[in-house]
Antibody, heavy 120, light 108 residues
Framework: EVQLVESGGGLVQPGGSLRLSCAAS????????MSWVRQAPGKGLEWVSV???????YYADSVKGRFTISRDNSKNTLYLQMNSLRAEDTAVYYC??????????????WGQGTLVTVSS | EIVLTQSPGTLSLSPGERATLSCRAS???????LAWYQQKPGQAPRLLIY???SRATGIPDRFSGSGSGTDFTLTISRLEPEDFAVYYC?????????FGQGTKLEIK
């Protein structure tokens, strides 16, 4: 059974840093495209970043230069390092697996999400 | 950047009724790479429809998708109590990917 479990969210001051983790089971993270998608309170969904199976990465303009997506193959875990955080980064962050054998960015499994609050 | 506009913002219906949700794109969506997700309060989104009209695994056949180009529709033939949620359309096929702002389906 495919499962994604995020952790690492919390309250952080503006300008601070946080690292989110997404532990996967039931499949191999390194064999799939994996993304982070966020949702500000009461708002819609915003794609944040992707790491391809080959290791290349891509970011939304809103986080480029501040966020870094990575993975640890030995732990089958996806990460999102968030630096220089701003109030507008406040959101629930979901990790999501992209569907195999489908065009990019179709998300078939999602984690339960972890809340990041940026406030002084 | 493709902008997806969903309508209506809120749809109030009763169980057993038919729901029709719209998603309009600012430019043509290539190869009908249009998906629909359902999100209930406090839960992650769930994939319902991909390729504009293909149901994802385990999705009941009361859910159907249609459309092409710039106009897409999600239809729920007979609403069940568990169908009341927020629905998002999404253009996929490349990164960045974009979502619509959502339609809230509420019980009348």
């Amino acid at each position: 059974e495919v499962q994604l479990v995020e952790s690492g969210g919390g309250l952080v001051q503006p300008g601070g840093s946080l690292r989110l983790s997404c532990a996967a089971s039931g499949f191999t993270v390194s064999s799939n495209y994996m993304s982070w998608v966020r949702q500000a309170p009461g708002k819609g969904l915003e794609w944040v970043s992707v790491i391809y199976s080959g290791g290349s990465t891509y970011y939304a303009d809103s986080v480029k230069g501040r966020f870094t997506i990575s993975r640890d193959n030995s732990k089958n875990t996806l990460y999102l390092q968030m630096n220089s955080l701003r109030a507008e980064d406040t959101a629930v962050y979901y990790c999501a697996r992209e569907a195999t054998y489908q065009p990019e960015a179709l998300f078939d499994y999602w984690g339960q999400g972890t809340l990041v609050t940026v406030s002084s | 950047e493709i902008v997806l506009t969903q309508s209506p913002g809120t749809l109030s219906l009763s169980p057993g009724e038919r729901a029709t949700l719209s998603c309009r794109a600012s430019q043509s969506v290539s190869s009908s790479y249009l998906a629909w997700y359902q999100q209930k309060p406090g839960q992650a989104p769930r994939l319902l429809i991909y390729g504009a009209s293909s149901r994802a695994t385990g999705i009941p056949d009361r859910f159907s998708g249609s459309g092409s180009g710039t106009d897409f529709t999600l239809t729920i033939s007979r609403l069940e109590p568990e169908d009341f949620a927020v629905y998002y359309c999404q253009q996929y096929g490349s990164s960045p990917s974009f979502f619509g702002q959502g339609t809230k389906l509420e019980i009348k």
